[in-house]
């Protein structure tokens, strides 16, 4: 249902790389051009601070902080996750 969503949002944000991962652990990598790939890390902190200040925790990860990790719980339920 997560990978659904976020390949739902690489097609409709520019911004969005690439989403990747296994199971319940999910990566969106945000870039600032989609064709070159190159690293959006100052737009990911933004996310990242934005999200604390809303009470949701959010971890940055990659090489080069330009990616937002998603690790669900495995008891999480289909309407936790559309919220």
């Known amino acids: 249902k997560c990978t659904a969503k976020f390949n739902e949002w690489a097609k409709k944000y ?3 790389g690439d989403v990747r991962g296994t199971g319940c652990m999910m990566g969106i990598e945000f870039v600032t051009d989609k064709a070159k ?3 959006a890390a100052d737009l990911v902190a933004n996310i990242v601070n934005a999200a604390v200040k809303k009470g949701l925790i ?3 990860a990659g090489t080069y902080g330009n990616v937002i990790r998603f690790l669900c719980p495995l008891c999480v339920t289909d309407a936790q996750i559309d919220a």
């Open 58 to 60: 959010l971890e940055s």
């Open 37 to 39: 790939k190159t690293p």
């Open 14 to 16: 520019d911004v969005i």
